[in-house]
């Protein structure tokens, strides 16, 4: 006891001290927490279907709401990439009047998802567009990749998420389509960010030519 009193003021500092590392640490925790749930959640996946004739499904499982500004679907081949932006689509069963276009951008709610058509379709909208056949990459081991750009909560910076899938033409009559990967390549550090932001302007200047 004569030592413990000797040292009071001591071992009381010390005790603050562990005190003071014990709040911190679970500071960080709360804060980790916090941040994880903030952070935007976007998925890209296959529904109906594991082929081609799979609908291409994006969802939000943010806590929050999203706005889908883009949808770009890139053709990786050995030659080169072909990109198209695919947020707006021509209403299947009425092909032949404008007034058949319709856009997927807009908002998405926490845990809702949208269909943007079958990776079928998608995948002839950017041959259409681009004027290629597919006999023409067939032989490529092609790749397609779907990527989404969108605004989050009252951030300024885009998000995005993206995902790979590989592609076999040849495959008949179910035409192989394979993730790359097992989940949705998130797109939320500054980093990414930045590149999801080139990918948006890039789209507006080849609309603006």
Request: aromatic letters at 8%.
């Amino acid at each position: 006891m004569g030592w413990l009193n000797e040292h009071a003021q001591a071992i009381s500092a010390i005790a603050s001290v562990l005190t003071l590392f014990v709040w911190v640490f679970y500071a960080q925790l709360l804060y980790n927490g916090y941040v994880r749930q903030r952070r935007p959640r976007i998925i890209i996946n296959r529904g109906k279907g594991v082929g081609l004739e799979a609908l291409c499904l994006i969802s939000n499982m943010s806590n929050e709401a999203i706005y889908i500004q883009h949808l770009v679907a890139v053709l990786h081949a050995q030659e080169r990439d072909y990109e198209l932006d695919i947020v707006e689509y021509q209403q299947q069963g009425d092909e032949e009047h404008e007034a058949a276009f319709r856009t997927h951008q807009g908002p998405l709610n926490s845990g809702d998802y949208i269909h943007i058509q079958s990776f079928d379709r998608i995948l002839k909208r950017l041959l259409q567009h681009w004027g290629l056949k597919e006999d023409t990459i067939k032989q490529q081991k092609p790749q397609l990749e779907i990527r989404v750009i969108a605004i989050y909560g009252s951030e300024d910076m885009p998000v995005g998420a993206a995902r790979h899938f590989h592609l076999d033409i040849s495959a008949e009559p179910a035409r192989q389509l394979n993730p790359c990967d097992v989940d949705t390549h998130r797109m939320n550090s500054r980093r990414d960010r930045k590149r999801v932001l080139s990918w948006a302007q890039n789209i507006e200047i080849h609309k603006s030519d």
